[in-house]
């Protein structure tokens, strides 16, 4: 019951997609104002169904990213917190081999202080408390037609690392682009005459 009501709260959260705190509300910029905890004790993610999102300017079928949720769990309240210490997030395919067991391979690691994650910040708390709904882009990494382990970490101040769960998902094929065409700009000697009877 308690994960299906995790999973119910997470899906609004990802509905209400993100923005920077100067795009926000007077209500959610005095939600940056939360004070940061150091006592991080784990961390939980979550996502869609789909998580991948494409992000390149042309907008393809190919997706560039995945979106994410992610709480900093306090050990004062058992509550997701804005987290005092290193946000990170690791990136692997997994590799398997003829012989052997399967093994990641890092292709792309993530890193957020208090600063850079402030940006990412839900703008209202839920029951689950403060997330981070993270849009992250993979860039050239080999991940397409691929299986891939997203890993999610807090580094304390104090030098330790808390690790979440980690998450497998499958990326889609690369799909190649459609070049597009304007018609009004082709030129008439490009075009073949007609056959003769």
Known sequence: ??????????????????????????????????????????????YKNNPFVSLDPEGDA???????VYYAVSG????????????????????????G???GELQQTWEFNPQQAAGWRSMKKSVMGWAYQFTL????????????????????????????SSNSFKVPDLKPRIRMIDSTTESTSSIPPAATP
């Open 101 to 103: 067991e399967p093994y």
């Open 137 to 164: 882009n993979w860039g050239d990494a080999d991940v397409y037609g691929r299986e891939i382990r997203v890993v999610p970490e807090f580094v304390r101040n104090d030098g330790g690392i808390v690790r979440g």
């Open 1 to 46: 019951m308690r994960w299906s009501l995790w999973i119910g709260i997470t899906g609004l959260l990802l509905l209400g997609g993100c923005q920077t705190p100067q795009a926000r509300s007077p209500e959610a910029r005095r939600a940056m104002n939360v004070p940061l905890e150091a006592d991080i004790v784990s961390v939980r993610t979550f």
């Open 62 to 68: 190919n997706p560039e990213g995945i979106k994410m």
């Open 76 to 99: 004062r309240n058992g509550q997701g917190v804005p987290g005092d210490g290193l946000i990170r997030v690791k990136l692997f395919t997994i590799i398997y081999p003829s012989q």
